[in-house]
């Protein structure tokens, strides 16, 4: 039986983490929620014995989970995906395989890996890309508003910010591109939630944003890991611009 995590169970849970980091990188964006009064937010365990054998975290957005031994993915965490109300299940492809089909949820595709250090041209990334500020933080809540990219933007916004990862391009005094990073540790970044307003598109706004983030990111020592639907083609000649270097595949239900 799975049950909920609390802040004495935070050791095994990293343990769990750790053994697969750059898979599991998203869980670190939600362990602020590990011991919380808002039950949207949260982590299940699997026990025996005392041991934390697999965990999952889940919020309104999404639903992921690590477990020491994939042979036992099925047996514990198929109910409780089945139930879940996030917007997405999200995880390795040959670890979401072993759940067998989950009525209501298509498969997609996605890219994982990352973008290795290299130094961009300066003059490439536009005089108005600025690191956003706790000032922003009513208009990125605007912004990010009814996109499904970033709808828990409200309740994170202001720890991501803390981080200094979000990047933004103004027209004016109007945010109409921004990136972010909304999981990083002491080694890694995962990079998300970039977006261009749709009358901006097409002028390389979203680029100038990831560029400085990216190189934001390079310059902590960390490496940025980041993932795109493998349908949408012209994502890929963007990132392969960036030297993005693929992984494995993600599998997301929804």
């Known amino acids: ?31 602020p929620y590990l011991s919380n009064e808002d039950e949207r937010f949260g982590f299940y365990g699997k026990f025996t014995n005392n041991k934390l054998e697999g ?9 992921g989970f690590a477990i020491q031994n994939p042979l036992y993915i099925y047996d514990y965490f198929k109910d409780i995906l089945t139930e879940t109300s996030s917007m997405y299940i999200f995880g390795r492809h040959d670890y979401i395989q072993r759940l067998g089909q989950i009525t209501g949820r298509d498969i997609h595709v ?12 300066n003059g490439d990334i536009a005089k108005r890309v600025e690191r956003a500020s706790k000032e922003d933080i009513p208009e990125l809540i605007s912004f990010y508003e009814e996109k499904d990219i970033m709808i828990e933007i409200p309740e994170r916004i202001e720890h991501i910010i803390e981080k200094g990862s979000i990047f933004v391009r103004r027209d004016g005094d109007k945010i109409v591109s921004a990136a972010l990073a909304h999981s990083e540790t002491d080694q890694y970044a995962l990079i998300g939630a970039v977006y261009t307003e749709y009358d901006y598109q097409g002028k390389g706004y979203g680029m100038h944003c990831l560029k400085a983030l990216v190189q934001h990111l390079h310059q902590q020592e960390k490496t940025p890991y980041l993932f795109y639907e493998e349908a949408l083609q012209h994502l890929e000649g963007i990132y392969q611009k960036l030297s993005f270097q693929h992984e494995t595949d993600i599998w997301m239900l929804y």
């Open 55 to 63: 965990a999952l975290y889940f919020s309104p957005f999404n639903t």
């Open 110 to 121: 996605y890219r994982y890996g990352f973008l290795p250090i290299k130094r961009y041209n």
């Open 1 to 31: 039986m799975l049950r909920k995590l609390e802040e004495k169970d935070l050791s095994q849970l990293l343990e769990i983490i750790q053994a697969d980091e750059v898979n599991n990188l998203q869980f670190y964006e939600y362990l």
